[in-house]
């Protein structure tokens, strides 16, 4: 079975510029968690979907950032506009069920730089 | 709001030690508690603990679970090189084994 596949896995942007993240779960999960992560604070949340619908999005910094599920198979975490404290790696994880207790799966990440 | 604290930030060790990190949580309906290990890429899961005293083991990774004082263990036996990494334990909690909240990592290195 793929994994979770994100792209791009590396940008590099100038700042005030959108980025669009993609993600695709793994086949089957029907959960969908975007992480990011930096050397000051770790992996947090952003935002997480179950069947396709978003159920928390108290982790989303600002209103810079959108994330949308348009099926099963994708979803994008969009930055608009970008600027250089954005600059992290942004995780996608999927799980079967997330109220179920089966564990999640994370991509390979998308690493960001926002000059 | 949920917190995971890991301890010891860094460690360093030589091939053959055994180690042990630790992992302490504050959460509300607390759901299970997870490892991964980190190399370059992205958290690769270990374990998955739901409930207390009962050890999980794979190969010489084995984690424990204390609900009641509210901290997980992991030990790694014969350290080798290829345990170098970063070892994150993370606390589900709230209405979603997904939703997630990470410690800080422990950073592990062990030279040959």
């Known amino acids: 079975d793929a994994g979770v596949i994100q792209s791009p896995r590396h940008e590099v942007t100038e700042m005030g510029q959108e980025v669009t993240l993609r993600c695709k779960p793994i086949?089957?999960?029907?959960?969908l968690f975007w992480y990011r992560q930096t050397m000051m604070r770790g992996l947090e949340l952003l935002i997480y979907?179950?069947?396709?619908?978003?159920?928390?999005d108290s982790g989303m910094p600002e209103d810079r950032f959108s994330a949308k599920m348009p099926n099963a198979s994708f979803s994008t975490l969009k930055i608009q506009p970008s600027e250089p404290r954005d600059s992290a790696v942004y995780f996608c994880?999927?799980?079967?069920?997330?109220?179920?207790?089966?564990?999640?799966?994370f991509g390979e990440g998308s690493w960001l730089t926002v000059v | 709001e949920d917190k995971v604290v890991q301890s010891p930030l860094s460690l360093v060790v030589h091939e053959g030690d055994t180690v042990t990190l630790n992992c302490s949580y504050e959460?509300?309906?607390?759901?299970?508690l997870l490892w991964y290990k980190q190399e370059k890429k992205a958290p690769t899961f270990l374990f998955m603990l739901?409930?207390?005293?009962i050890e999980k083991k794979s190969g010489r990774l084995s984690s424990i679970l204390d609900k009641k004082e509210l901290f997980s263990i992991l030990n790694i036996t014969a350290t080798q090189t290829g345990d170098s990494a970063i070892y994150l334990c993370?606390?589900?909690?709230?209405?979603?084994?997904?939703?997630?909240?990470f410690g800080q990592g422990t950073i592990l290195t062990v030279h040959p």
């Open positions: 959460v509300t309906n607390f759901r299970s």
């Open positions: 994880a999927s799980s079967r069920d997330s109220s179920t207790g089966n564990t999640i799966y």
């Open positions: 086949s089957g999960h029907n959960s």
């Open positions: 739901t409930s207390s005293g």
């Open positions: 993370a606390v589900a909690g709230g209405t979603s084994y997904g939703k997630l909240t």
């Open positions: 979907f179950n069947n396709n619908v978003p159920i928390d």
